[in-house]
DNA sequence: CTGTTAGCGCTTTCAA
DNA sequence: TTGAAAGCGCTAACAG
């Protein structure tokens, strides 16, 4: 608790040289007589002196902070975006600035340009649809996004969504399934993709495809719209849910209901969250590999931050996750 | 993509005002001829003027960022406070800098030393021990710590894992268990406290306890010890876990051993994440309340930075959870 | 190798 | 109600 922390002026006066002296002592961009040096290196510790990242970051116009957008903090895709990005950013000297937008886009735009403001890059997952992004481009940082973008030229990082969604399906066709439904989530922009690689699939096999819609990607969704979903009259014999999160709320009322899983009904799911692996049974699903979509994405950024040049779009291949959820039929 | 973003100076010349006069206007703090504001209106947004949030952070000293220390930011006991803390940041104006320690506390203190010269305050949640932490307190900025402290003058934020611990060890006293188990964590600081929460109901009871220590807070390590524990010539009649996540990879392997959870062995954690309540059967747990852990520490963090006086100590009061991974016995 | 000199963009007395 | 002036703590030419 001093009263004031000693500034670069202190440490130059106490070891008898320039401002200037100093500064490029402690940035390392010089090497000084050993005098010097030992002086310096004394008047420092005994001073307790600390440079002030502030008064560097004003003159350098460098904060060494990314900002990170997501749209839900406590989704288990999210925690492992960030874990990889966090990490990589670690690596390199950056810190993580998060914003948790809590799948309300109203404020994004002002938190974002107000956030580039703050930071020297930043990572982006947005609901929102590309023609209401265009204002990205105008920020006046570095930046990387979450999903591919056909006009925007912005750099993004983007799982497969199609040809995930496409093996999931051709998976369950070849299992034997033939009443197949698909519990989306409009709202966000990989449902489509999803939506897509699901009915190439099923369209090529001339099998139908019933969809439903949550109005959340949430635990709590599938468990709400289980019921629905299984107790009509035309029951399906397969339920691809929009990520795990509502696969596994939904296998939790199955069951209640009375309805086994995979028995009367195969459910699998999309991101491969870990808990996926430890209910009963254990959820099929694709691997969308967040923690390196994060990693990726910040490796990314910091390439742009250098002045290196970058793909538009990395892509990272989805896996599929074979577990007990799924069942062939009819065989 | 402006060249040079237009600075106050550049808005004062075209309101043909002073730099003073402009700086007043944005910082609202004090009000001007209609003639002068409606000319700053103007400049200000022709010019797309936004104030550098760097150069006045230098100048007044806060950065309206406040620094989160945490272990593991995928453990979604974790995310949930962050998600708490987040929100309550965000909506009195400031920002969340991330640090996921992961679990190792080498590099720490030099981090959250870094970190503190970068935010306005931190809340820290950490493995250290009491003896080792002193030097927070010489930290030059607001801080509030997760868990009690019985030396070091920090504010506090804590779940009285005491009294959860004793609570579930009633709960499965009650139902008749008689050999009772706990698998540990002891690295944490909390163990400890669980530990004792647990003997103080047994050994009111005569009953014994035995101790299993785990490497890590994980389902992987749940999951690994659980052969060890269930398959011994005395297995216990109940489990006890440090946390849900080890306490549903149990589960999950004792499934995969043919041990029935919980006709055989009645299993309960630790922090009620919202996956216990979706595996079969559901997990028993504490809830210790992490979201509001989280928006009540920085609560506190912004009171201290306002100047109010706080608590030294809010304890947050734990509530047992109760699911089907618990059965009576020998009623 | 080392120092001098200008600021970075903004806030803040203090005067007018 | 407005402005002049003095920096915040630091870096970045440029000189020597």
Known sequence: ???????????????????????????????????????????????GYKSNPLAKSMITGRTNTIGLSVLDI?????????????????????????????ETPSRERRTLEDLSLRVDGM????????????????????LVFFGSLS?????????????GAFMLSQHLRMLGHKRIAYLGFSKSRRDEERLGGIRECLDAAGLPL?????????????????????????????LICYNDLMALGFMKEAENLGVAVPHDLSVVGFD??????????????????????GATAM?????????????????????????????????
Chains 1, 2 share one sequence.
Request: charged residues 25%.
């Open 1 to 47: 608790m001093k009263k004031t922390a000693p500034t670069i002026r202190d440490v130059a006066a106490a070891a008898q040289v320039s401002t200037a002296t100093v500064s490029k002592y402690i940035n390392g961009a010089q090497r000084f007589s050993p005098k010097v040096e030992a002086a310096l290196a004394s008047a420092i510790s005994s001073l």
């Open 210 to 238: 019933t969809i439903y819609d949550a109005d959340a990607p949430s635990l709590a969704e599938g468990e709400r719209l289980c019921a629905s979903i299984v107790l009509g009259s035309e029951r399906p014999d397969a």
């Open 272 to 293: 491969n969250i870990p808990y996926g692996k430890y209910t009963t049974p254990a959820l099929t699903t694709v691997d969308l590999q967040s923690e390196r979509m």
């Open 74 to 102: 406590t989704n288990p895709h999210f925690s492992s975006i960030l874990k990889g990005a966090n990490r990589v950013a670690n690596d390199q000297g950056y810190s993580v600035l998060l914003v948790d937008t809590e």
């Open 123 to 142: 990572i982006v997952f947005s609901r929102m649809r590309e023609h209401e992004m265009a204002w990205m481009t105008e920020i006046d940082k570095p």
């Open 151 to 163: 006009e925007l030229p912005l750099p993004t990082v983007a799982s497969d969504d199609h040809s």
């Open 299 to 331: 490796e990314k950024l910091l390439a742009v931050i250098r002045g290196e040049p970058v793909e538009k779009l990395t892509r990272i291949a989805p896996q599929l996750m074979l577990r007990a959820s799924t069942m062939a039929r009819r065989a």
